[in-house]
């Protein structure tokens, strides 16, 4: 059989998306590239020019200060302790909550799924200062330990509603099969759920290590000891105190912006893949 010839509206379509996807990547590229090119100039280049390419010898050292002076690697530890444990208890809570919402019922389990989902929409702002005098009385302001709960108390909702949509598409007769084998609650998670949702799983940890990572409300007002700083608190600081040298500026900026690429490139398959098993279904 020969195969039917494709139109030009075909044509079009396909290349409309892609003008359009192209547009798109752009405009979240550029900030990169407009952040690395003013990080590489001095002072007087950036002021004659600065949406233009460097001139002159490349200015590396804004990085060397940055690593030396600000003490940006200490930020980095800082704020990786956070984001790590942050994600690490989602998952650790999410998996086995999701699960449980997903493919094991109970009695009252669509009212407390419910419950869960309406903490969406309380916003942050309302939440933050009870929380503060809660913590306060039990010693976690200025503590690592209490960052991370307040973000396992934020993101835990989202967690279980992205992992719980996608756990409820495992088929039913894999579990099944794997408890007529004699498989405990965990093993069933280890063998099944987790193989089969792991696209979930992998959207879960690229996102919110990202917004652990990139938050800067939440460890500005619980963390007071200047070495307990995570990058972002630190950088905005860096741009009060540095507000005539924008290239030094950009260059912490970029460098805050690896750790986040890194995990997404980690992760990018496993996103794709989530993404089009989403579609299948």
Known sequence: MHQKKKSFGYYF?????????????????????????????????????????????????NFV???????????????????????LGLIAFGIPASYAFAKLPFKGSNGIYLAILATLFVPAQVTMIPMYVSFAKVGLINNYAGVIIAYWAAFLPETIMLMTANFKGIPNELIEAATIDGASFFSRLKNVVVPMGWPAISLSIIFFFINSWNDLFTPMIMLKS?????VMVALSSLIGRYTGNPPFQYAGLLMSAIPALIVYV????????????????
């Open 13 to 61: 379509g396909r290349t409309i998306i892609f003008l359009i996807l192209l547009v798109l990547a752009i405009s979240f590229l550029y900030p990169l590239f407009y952040m690395l090119l003013n990080s590489l100039k001095d002072l007087s280049s950036y002021y004659k020019n600065p949406f233009g390419l460097p001139s002159g010898t490349l200015q590396w050292s």
């Open 226 to 230: 200047m070495d307990k700083r995570t």
């Open 266 to 281: 980690i992760f990018e398959k496993s996103i794709v893949k989530g993404m089009s098993m989403g579609a299948i279904k």
């Open 65 to 87: 200060t940055m690593i030396s002076q600000f003490k940006i690697l200490t930020l980095f530890k800082n704020s990786f302790i956070i984001s790590f444990f942050t994600v």
